[in-house]
C-alpha cells in the first residue's frame, strides 16, 4: 500500500490512498468502474488512474471504524457478523479483507467494506475462515484478527465465547447460530431492562461520583506509587545484581509477584534466560540449553521472553497461548510437555479427569513430535 491520509474536504470526510497498480488484480477501466460502483456493502470511493499507480478517494461521512464497536454492545456485533456472512455471496466477485480495520458501519448499522479489489477468475477464497476469525475478534477481548487467521483456529477454544464458532461448518451454520442469538439478547433485553430518564439522577449522581473519583484518584496515587514504582524498581535492580551474580534463584524469587506486561524487555531478558538456565527446562541437557538461550537476544522478540517466564512460572495455558500465535511447534511441544508433567503431578485432579487430559496432551504431543521430526517415549517421561 502506498501513502494513505485521512483529510476533510469541506463538510466531507474523505481517506485518500495511493496504489501501486502492481498491487492490484484490477487492471482495465472496466475494473476500476466496478470497483466505485455504488453498493450498499462499498464504502463510496472514486479512482483516478495516474501513470503507475491509482488513487483511492473513499468518503468517511457518517461511518464509524468497526474497530472502535464496543464488545459489550452485543447485538451490534450479531448484526454485524450477520451482515458479513452474508456479503460472501453478494460481493463473490470482488477480493477484500474481513479485518476490522477494513470494515465500517453507518448509522444504520449497515456494514460497508472499505479496500476492495477484483477477484480473477478461477480464484480461491475462504471467506469462510476469514469471516471465523472476524468472530473471534469482535465476540472477545484477549485475541485479534491475525491472531485467528495467521495463528490458527484453535484459539477459538480457548475462550467461552468463541467457542461455539469452531462448531459451524457452514456460512449457514454460522448465520443460523448468530440470528438465534440476537433474538435471545433481544428477549433478554425485553424482559429484564429497562429505559430510565437520567435527568432523575443526574445531580446525585454527580456528586457522589466527584466524592468516589476523588477517594479513588488519592488512593489509586498511592497504590501507583507503591506497587507500579517502588516495588517494581526495587524488585528489578535485586534481580539485575542478582544476575550479575549468576544468582538465578535470587533473579526468579525477586520478579515473581512482577507479571511480564509489567517488565521492560532487559528484565524480562534476564528473569527469560534464568528460568531457562534454572528450572524451566531442568530436564534438559547443557546442549538443549545453550540451543535455546541461543535464541534469546534482547532486541528480539519479546513475545518469546514472556512465553519462557509464563512455562518457568508453570503458567503453562499462558505459554501454550504464545507458541500458538508465534506458529512455533518446538516451544508448543515444550508447553505441552510442562503441562503433561503437571497434570501428572496433581493430586488434587480427579482419575477420570486426569486421564482424558493426560490422553489429550499425548495426542497433541505426538502430533508435534512427528512434525518435527522427533522420537519421543512416553514412558521415558513417565519414569
Not at 100 to 105: F, G, M, T, V
Not at 193 to 205: Q, V
Not at 360 to 383: C, F, N, P, R, V
Amino acid at each position: 500500500m502506498g501513502k494513505n491520509e485521512e483529510t476533510t474536504k469541506g463538510s466531507t470526510i474523505v481517506l485518500e490512498e495511493t496504489v501501486h497498480k502492481t498491487q492490484m488484480k484490477a487492471s482495465a477501466a472496466y475494473d476500476y468502474h466496478r470497483l466505485q460502483a455504488e453498493t450498499y456493502y462499498f464504502v463510496p470511493c472514486k479512482v483516478e488512474e495516474k501513470e503507475e499507480s491509482l488513487c483511492f478517494t473513499y468518503e468517511l461521512d457518517g461511518m464509524t471504524p468497526l474497530k472502535e464497536v464496543k464488545k459489550s454492545d452485543r447485538e451490534l456485533i450479531y448484526s454485524i457478523l450477520i451482515q458479513a456472512g452474508e456479503l460472501g455471496e453478494k460481493a463473490r466477485a470482488f477480493n477484500f479483507s474481513l479485518e476490522p480495520e477494513n470494515l465500517y458501519y453507518d448509522a444504520q448499522y449497515r456494514l460497508h467494506v472499505l479496500r476492495r479489489d477484483i477477484l480473477e477468475d478461477g480464484a480461491v477464497k475462504d471467506y469462510f475462515k476469514e469471516f471465523q476469525a472476524l468472530a473471534g475478534a469482535l465476540l472477545q477481548k484477549k485475541y485479534n484478527y491475525s491472531d485467528y487467521l495467521n495463528g490458527g483456529m484453535d484459539l477459538l477454544d480457548r475462550q467461552e465465547e468463541t467457542r461455539r464458532i469452531l462448531q459451524w461448518n457452514s456460512m449457514d451454520d454460522a448465520l443460523k447460530d448468530l440470528s438465534q442469538r440476537q433474538r435471545g439478547l433481544r428477549s433478554y433485553e425485553r424482559t429484564h431492562l429497562c429505559t430510565i430518564k437520567k435527568s432523575r439522577y443526574r445531580g446525585m449522581k454527580a456528586g457522589m461520583i466527584l466524592f468516589l473519583v476523588l477517594a479513588a484518584a488519592a488512593l489509586a496515587y498511592l497504590l501507583y506509587q507503591h506497587y507500579k514504582l517502588i516495588a517494581p524498581q526495587r524488585a528489578a535492580l535485586t534481580a539485575q545484581r542478582a544476575y550479575v551474580e549468576s544468582d538465578y534463584v535470587a533473579v526468579i524469587d525477586s520478579l515473581k509477584e512482577v507479571q511480564p506486561d509489567a517488565l521492560d524487555v532487559h528484565e524480562k531478558y534476564i528473569l527469560a534466560v534464568s528460568y531457562i538456565k534454572g528450572q524451566a527446562v531442568d530436564n534438559f541437557s547443557s546442549e538443549a540449553k545453550d540451543n535455546i538461550l541461543s535464541r534469546l537476544n534482547v532486541k528480539g522478540d519479546a513475545s518469546v521472553m514472556d512465553y519462557w517466564i509464563y512455562l518457568g512460572r508453570l503458567e503453562t495455558k499462558e505459554a501454550e497461548d504464545i507458541a500458538l500465535k508465534m506458529s512455533d511447534n518446538q516451544l508448543l511441544l515444550y508447553a505441552y510437555l510442562q503441562e503433561r508433567d503437571q497434570v501428572s503431578r496433581d493430586s488434587s485432579l480427579k482419575g477420570d479427569e486426569k486421564a482424558a487430559r493426560m490422553e489429550t496432551l499425548d495426542g497433541e504431543i505426538d502430533k508435534l513430535a512427528e512434525k518435527l521430526g522427533i522420537q519421543y517415549d512416553m514412558s521415558t517421561e513417565e519414569e
